[in-house]
């Protein structure tokens, strides 16, 4: 079954403590793209990547730092810099090019608490 | 900067259509409306998009006025499994990122 894993669905961290969240598509999408959604809110891009050790900043990328060391993984780390209490992370893919048509894929989420 | 603005909330009846309207009085030629929903807690879903023609397909159809200031998703048959936020994103066709705003939330009452 093609899709995309985002883990864990839940994660607690303490303050000054970083966290990773992973995120790994088998749809053989090029693009990944992490989005932040606070409570009652629409979603907020934080990076985003369209190639294998490529990536740029989105709107709220301060306190978050990614990877792309395969096309399949896009993992984000949440630093201690963050201080939103709960959030609710999004992984995303999608195609590039031609075959491109705006559909973006989503995971499940993950749901960070900080303690 | 908001490129499309949507009603906060509406409500509507299972078995009816639902006609969710959004503005985008700002959209330029070469950009394009797409709709997506998020079931509560989940990933949001892509429903459809389009530039300036109507389109239709298995989940619902885009209404999009003759001068591209303002669309409509429609969904047709309304069922308690709609209930949902959807979202009206406009894209410009040269870039692959979507923002979303706060969208629509869509109650269905039985």
């Known amino acids: 079954d093609g899709g995309i894993t985002q883990s864990p669905k839940y994660l607690f961290r303490k303050e000054g403590q970083n966290v990773t969240l992973s995120c790994e598509q088998n749809?053989?999408?090029?693009?990944m793209y992490w989005y932040r959604q606070d409570p009652g809110q629409g979603l907020r891009l934080i990076y985003y990547?369209?190639?294998?050790?490529?990536?740029q900043k989105g709107d709220i990328a301060e306190g978050y730092s990614v990877s792309r060391e395969k096309k399949e993984s896009f993992p984000l780390t949440v630093t201690s810099a963050q201080k939103n209490p709960t959030d609710f992370y999004l992984c995303?893919?999608?195609?590039?090019?031609?075959?491109?048509?705006?559909?973006?894929?989503f995971g499940e989420g993950s749901r960070l608490t900080v303690l | 900067d908001a490129k499309t603005t949507q009603p906060t909330s509406m409500d509507c009846a299972e078995g009816r259509a639902a006609n969710l309207p959004c503005n985008h009085s700002?959209?330029?030629?070469?950009?394009?409306v797409y709709w997506y929903r998020q079931i509560h807690s989940q990933g949001p879903q892509y429903i459809i998009h389009?530039?300036?023609n109507n389109e239709t397909n298995e989940m619902a159809s885009l209404i999009i006025t003759e001068d591209r200031k303002s669309s409509t998703l429609i969904l047709p048959h309304a069922t308690l499994r709609d209930t949902a936020v959807y979202y009206c994103?406009?894209?410009?066709?040269?870039?692959?990122?979507?923002?979303f705003g706060a969208g629509t939330t869509v109650t269905v009452r039985a």
């Open positions: 700002t959209i330029s030629g070469n950009e394009y």
């Open positions: 389009g530039l300036k």
């Open positions: 990547s369209q190639i294998v050790n490529d990536f």
């Open positions: 994103i406009v894209r410009v066709e040269s870039d692959y990122k979507l923002s």
């Open positions: 995303a893919s999608s195609h590039l090019g031609q075959i491109y048509t705006g559909e973006l894929f």
């Open positions: 749809l053989n999408h090029d693009a």
